[in-house]
């Protein structure tokens, strides 16, 4: 930053991270260093001549009268190949790059570049002299890690191309020169916490198709949309999250471990590269950006680290893929604000967080969407938040407002967790709002029954719940046998098509049209099981017939498709012939 631009102040006063400066004139988010060593904040306020900022980093030893800089400029993030496989923290610094300068304990005031500025990329252009361009429009690709990086036109600039230099080139050579003299490069900057524009919003009416049976099933998600996971501790947020990243249908993954503890991390990081891609066999590493900001590191970075996230997503949203992004977790983020909020000592809402939460926690989420961008390109990003809520108390602000904004509730059950069952999403109090848009497109992609037994398998899990309070009263003996019937039925879906096994290599990804087969097996064995009753087969003859064990155990057997299919056709025949008791 040149000396002309910036403008020089002085600490006024200190309080944790959040210092007020006078004698600069900043506007609202703009950058400034901060102390002799030149820690990196935000102006969140500005008060007559003094200006509030928000460090990201630990301001431990800071004192009044030392100098503070404005550099004129907000938060910007480095768009541009090299991102993928990425590790940064919550302002965009590469860990990897800090730990070579300065080994596992990252110093304060320390800075390294996003993009590696030495390795060339094979850029071909897509553009020649005397080609009008606007912002978004695609000038050149280049492949990254199997991935074609499609390098964009910055949305505010416009212009006719003079020359191309195309070739190998750094993230910082110019690949395009406008008549204007304006210079594009593979990299441009962009600021976190403005929304990058795109041409029209689409409905979203196309799953993100994650092969986690109670999710496509019952509580689907669309691309473009928002969930939200909340849970208890232990309750598995995070293995469900990497599942998602793992095998949803998106082209990038980006995983914002926002606030979690450090271990929480590590496991993520150090799994992440091993995890392989279900789609090539490369590591899943290849195609996923992970932004770790832990528990420990700075309170401020951590309210940025969401944003980065978002931005980074919007910017290959743009190039026309599909993003999956997983923040974990948004509740830790909240945290964040209250803290900063009340060291601004402002007033208070409910539970102390600060009384813009909402609108704060609508500003994040609005930023998914499936979207046409200014090239024309069809792309969305899709926003998964897991809620920590403290003890499991789904009635705090956090959980209460996000419910507000998210059309897809995954609530994760603690009940569940101690049963065994997993993924522990409670049937009962999850919902999706998406159902009915995509109603069609699971009709003509997958089966036109697809809705009528996915209402069917609902009905049944509610009339169990019901039935629960007199079997835990009288024992299910007593019950009369249609309805000792029903609960064997619910009891499949819940044990054979509810539960997955995450560590199973053949359960862990169940495809739309097994689980498709899967539901409709278990409706065969109903149909067919109601019809034996009213014969007069005894019940205990119905749930003890082979056919029934099998069905089980399909799930985890090498080609469960054909097994499935040969219990659909045969299943009525094994139930017609049983005998009734005379």
């Not at 907000?74 to 993928?84: A, F, N, Q, S, W």
């Not at 200014?374 to 990003?381: C, F, K, P, W």
Request: aromatic fraction near 8%; charged fraction near 25%.
């Amino acid at each position: 930053e040149s000396d002309v631009m910036s403008e020089n102040g002085e600490i006024y006063r200190v309080a944790g991270p959040v210092v007020t400066a006078t004698g600069i004139s900043p506007r609202m988010y703009d950058v400034a260093l901060i102390g002799e060593e030149r820690l990196m904040g935000e102006v969140i306020k500005i008060e007559g001549d003094k200006s509030i900022i928000q460090v990201y980093e630990d301001t431990t030893g800071i004192r009044p009268g030392e100098p503070v800089i404005d550099t004129k400029a907000p938060l910007v993030l480095e768009l541009g190949p090299g991102l993928l496989k990425g590790i940064y923290d919550g302002i965009q610094r590469p860990l990897s790059v800090l730990m070579e300068k300065k080994g596992n304990f990252i110093e304060r005031g320390i800075t390294a570049n996003a993009l590696d500025r030495s390795k060339k990329w094979d850029i071909s252009i897509r553009v020649k002299a005397g080609d009008s361009v606007k912002g978004g429009d695609i000038i050149a690709t280049t492949m990254e890690y199997g991935l074609e990086h499609r390098i964009m036109v910055p949305p505010n600039i416009s212009g006719t191309v003079a020359e191309v230099f195309p070739g190998e080139k750094t993230v910082e050579e110019t690949i395009v020169r406008l008549t204007d003299g304006t210079e594009l490069k593979p990299m441009h900057t962009w600021s976190v916490r403005e929304p990058r524009p795109s041409k029209e919003r689409l409905k979203p009416d196309i799953p993100l198709i994650t092969g986690q049976r109670i999710l496509d099933s019952l509580f689907p998600l669309a691309k473009g949309g928002t969930a939200a996971i909340p849970g208890g501790f232990g309750t598995g947020k995070t293995v469900t999250q990497q599942q998602l990243a793992k095998w949803s249908d998106a082209d990038i993954v980006v995983y914002v471990g926002c606030g979690e503890r450090g271990n929480e991390m590590t496991e993520v990081l150090t799994e992440f590269p091993e995890l392989k891609d279900p789609r090539n066999d490369a590591p899943l590493m290849n195609r996923t950006i992970l932004i770790a900001n832990t528990s420990n590191m700075p309170v401020a970075a951590r309210e940025a680290s969401v944003y980065t996230g978002v931005t980074l997503g919007e910017y290959y949203r743009d190039m026309g893929y599909d993003v999956a992004l997983m923040a974990d977790s948004t509740s830790r983020w909240a945290e964040a604000m209250r803290e900063i909020s009340s060291r601004l000592e402002e007033m208070p809402g409910e539970e102390g967080y600060p009384a813009y939460l909402a609108s704060k926690l609508s500003e994040f989420y609005e930023r998914s969407g499936r979207a046409i961008s200014l090239n024309g390109a069809l792309g969305s990003i899709s926003i998964i938040g897991a809620v920590s809520p403290p003890g499991g108390d789904f009635s705090e602000p956090v959980t209460q407002n996000t419910l507000r904004i998210v059309k897809v509730f995954w609530a994760l059950d603690t009940k569940l967790r101690e049963r065994r069952h997993f993924p522990a999403i409670n049937w009962l109090t999850s919902y999706s709002l998406y159902t009915t848009t995509l109603e069609n497109w699971y009709d003509e992609n997958v089966d036109p029954d697809w809705d009528s037994l996915r209402a069917w398998a609902m009905g049944l899990l509610q009339k169990e719940a019901e039935l629960q309070e007199i079997v835990q009263l009288v024992g299910s003996d007593a019950l009369p046998e249609d309805q000792q019937l029903l609960l064997e039925i619910t009891k499949l879906i819940r044990e054979f098509f509810l539960q997955q096994n995450a560590f199973h290599n053949v359960d862990t990804y169940s495809p739309l049209k097994r689980q498709f087969a899967m539901m409709k097996a278990i409706k065969v064995f109903a149909d067919s099981a109601e019809e034996a009753l009213k014969r007069g087969v005894p019940l205990q003859t119905i749930s003890s017939i082979p056919m029934k064990t099998e069905l089980a155990r399909s799930k985890f057997e090498e080609n469960p498709d054909e097994i499935l299919e040969r219990i659909i056709r045969e299943m009525p025949h094994e139930m017609a012939n049983l005998k009734e008791v005379i």
